[in-house]
């Protein structure tokens, strides 16, 4: 009878589980799947500008990073003369070789030298480049050491180069506000695409030289079809870099905003409706990490925040993250809650809240001047709320939220 007893009691909670997750095609106001530019919801505009990425948390995925210029001159080596590199004799450009066989730097046994300026002190840079052995090359080894304000680091030894290129990334920290990065090779080495990103801290598709990043926002119509105010969800998967509590950084990384009208007196947050985003710590030294944030706010200016640091997380080694904000206005109280991996981020607030403010502008990818600076996948807006239950449905499934919909 006891045995009975509990096998009753297991089969109504795992009955009660399941009447819990109850996710409908009704339910989503908007869902992109982010494997095509063309999206199938009526005036959202994705732009040309972001890359489709092949390898996504489900099938593809969009690339969206901050609009930043690559501020290594001729980091391409398009040409033989640049004030921005101290060629040695062991150093010679080559009109191919390169990346899609472009114009590229052969090191013979030696190093080069590129004096970096205009950085802050203190703050990261992103430094990365191409390099590889040519194909007759027996062996080849690659080191960097990076000097600035009379201190000296070594950033790469002995790196070991096979016969494709591969990526170099390399952050830095200036003691100053300029430093010289050298390169140095033993055998035969071909360097290509050169990348500085002042004030990141981590590392963003390569540009060309002095070229904007074409990277931009997604856009939602305000039509009253795809959010409200009063009530929803949001959910998206990520794998950015910046979520690494170590990583430093100048910038906003954001993924999901909704705005409104600029009122005559402006004051933060007077134009946030909703907002989801990370902070990275701004310097290297500082001890403190970075924050994980998702507020509102109403009429009145007054904030319902959910935030944590990002060193107290524990989100292992799985580069993709699901992000939940469920928001509801109920009783004169906004109910706000941020989740990070099903259970491994539970936030919940509770706050007065008066009217909502009007919307008139939505965006995934970027809000507010920050830029997700990393990939998503699977994005989605709801009309409720979703459940625990509901959202570790999410994180745990194999198959992407459009194959769960009833």
């Known amino acids: 009878m006891k045995l009975y007893g509990m ?41 040309s500008s972001i890359q489709v990425e092949e390898q996504g948390k489900y099938g593809k995925a969009f690339r969206i990073e901050r609009r930043t210029l690559n501020e290594m001159c001729n980091g391409d080596f398009s040409l033989k003369e640049s004030d921005a590199w101290i060629f040695r004799d062991n150093a010679a450009w080559q009109p191919s070789g390169g990346i899609g066989d472009s114009p590229c730097l052969k090191i013979s046994g030696g190093d080069i030298s590129a004096p970096l300026t205009g950085l802050k002190a203190g703050v990261p840079n992103a430094f990365s480049f191409f390099a590889k052995k040519p194909a007759y090359a027996t062996e080849a080894t690659l080191s960097v050491t990076w000097e600035s304000g009379g201190k000296q680091d070594t950033l790469l030894k002995n790196r070991k180069l096979g016969n494709d290129f591969e990526r170099i990334m390399l952050p830095l920290t200036a003691e100053a506000d300029s430093g010289t990065v050298t390169i140095s090779v033993n055998g035969e080495v071909l360097i290509d695409n050169v990348q500085l990103d002042k004030g990141l801290g981590f590392f963003n598709n390569y540009a060309p030289p002095g070229k904007m990043r ?4 997604i856009e939602i119509p305000v039509n009253g079809k795809y959010f409200s105010p009063g ?10 870099p910046w979520l690494n509590p170590d990583v430093a950084g100048d910038t906003i990384c954001a993924f999901f905003g909704v705005a409104n009208a600029a009122p005559k007196v402006r004051k933060w947050g007077a134009t946030t409706i909703i907002e ?20 509102t706010l109403d009429s009145e200016n007054r904030v319902v925040a959910a935030s944590e640091n990002m060193g107290t997380l524990k989100l292992g080694t799985e580069p993709w993250h699901l992000w939940v904000v469920n928001w509801e206005l109920k009783d004169g109280k906004m ?56 959202i570790m449905a999410i994180y745990k499934s194999s198959q992407p939220l459009s194959a769960m919909l009833k």
Do not use: H
Request: glycine share 8%; net charge neutral; charged share 20%.
């Open 7 to 47: 096998m009753l009691l297991t089969a109504l909670a795992g009955a009660a589980v399941a009447e819990d997750v109850n996710l409908q095609k009704k339910d989503v106001l908007l869902y992109e799947p982010c494997e095509s530019l063309k999206s199938n919801n009526p005036g959202v505009k994705i732009p």
């Open 276 to 295: 989801v985003n990370g902070f990275p710590k701004p310097k290297s030294s500082d001890a403190r990490t970075g924050t994980l944030n998702a507020y």
């Open 231 to 240: 009530k929803g969800a949001f959910s998206c998967w990520i794998n950015v």
């Open 214 to 217: 074409g990277c931009d926002i």
């Open 335 to 390: 109910q706000l809650a941020l989740y990070v991996d099903g259970d491994k981020l539970r936030i919940r607030r509770e706050q007065p809240f008066s009217s909502c403010k009007v919307p008139t502008s939505i965006t995934a990818g970027y809000s507010n001047g920050g830029y997700l600076n990393g990939i998503m996948d699977d994005f989605a807006i709801f009309n409720r709320p979703l459940t625990e239950a509901e």
